[in-house]
């Protein structure tokens, strides 16, 4: 546990919720990493969402999705889960509408012969929701996404790293294959402006996934 992060800061049920993710993240990482570094991630995701979330009792539930996934990217780093799968890491400024489309599309056409993760420079509380309903309008539901920063572990582990309007915040390191694709912000456009902007990232999408030489599942 974290010193930002005391036992005492939080209700019992979170505590409670804290405990019962950290215990499903040791047995997922059982042998990978120890207790001390699975509560140091878990509670450092809780920090990260806890001045913007929109409803407290989710807390832990999304303090648990990032920690695994940063873990994962972590192992990934340091060799300790051996995977060839490449992973595609998509940025914006938010994390609530263009990278969200660009990781639902990835992840419906490449259907686990990659990986597709999303991030934002300054992540927002919620998903926009036009962006939401377009996006299931094609049969596509990222209404359980979430915006969330990026990290160094989950920059480290991508091979390819998509930007779209993040600008200077956008980190850069050496040896990564980088694209920039320039895309209006549907931040606050209807659906019916926004459906433009997700067929064109599908169309981007589907370009990458032949660049990689990846399989496409319609």
Same mark, same amino acid.
């Given at each position: 546990? +974290?010193?930002?992060?005391? %036992?005492? =800061?939080?209700?019992? $049920? %979170?505590?409670?919720?804290? #405990?019962? =993710?950290?215990?499903r993240l040791q047995q997922r990482f059982e042998g990978v990493y120890g207790v /001390?570094?699975? !509560? /140091?991630?878990l509670y450092s995701s809780y920090? /990260?969402?806890?001045? !913007?979330?929109? +409803?407290? =009792?989710?807390?832990?539930?999304?303090a648990e999705r990032f920690a695994r996934q940063r873990l994962t990217a972590l192992a990934r780093v340091e060799g300790k889960q051996e995977s060839t799968v490449p992973v595609v890491l998509f940025l914006c400024v938010h994390n609530a509408g263009r990278s969200q489309m660009a990781m639902g599309w990835f992840t419906f056409y490449a259907r686990g #012969?990659?990986?597709?993760?999303?991030?934002?420079?300054q992540p927002t509380s919620e998903l926009t929701p036009a962006v939401v309903e377009a996006m299931a309008e094609v049969g596509i539901d990222i209404s359980g996404e979430y915006p969330k920063?990026? +990290? $160094? /572990?989950?920059? !480290? =582990?991508a091979d390819v790293v998509v930007t779209m309007g993040c600008g200077d915040a956008c980190p850069i390191l050496p040896g990564k294959r980088y694209e920039d694709w320039v895309l209006d912000d549907p931040a606050d456009l209807c659906v019916e402006d926004v459906r433009p902007i997700r067929d064109e990232i599908e !169309?981007?999408?589907l370009a990458l996934l032949d660049q990689l030489r990846i399989p496409v599942s319609a």
């Open positions: 546990m +974290t010193p930002s992060t005391p %036992q005492h =800061a939080f209700a019992l $049920d %979170q505590q409670m919720a804290l #405990r019962t =993710a950290a215990s /001390e570094t699975i !509560r /140091e991630f920090d /990260e969402f806890a001045d !913007r979330a929109v +409803t407290v =009792a989710w807390l832990p539930l999304l #012969r990659a990986i597709g993760w999303s991030g934002g420079s920063p990026w +990290t $160094d /572990e989950i920059l !480290r =582990a !169309r981007r999408v």
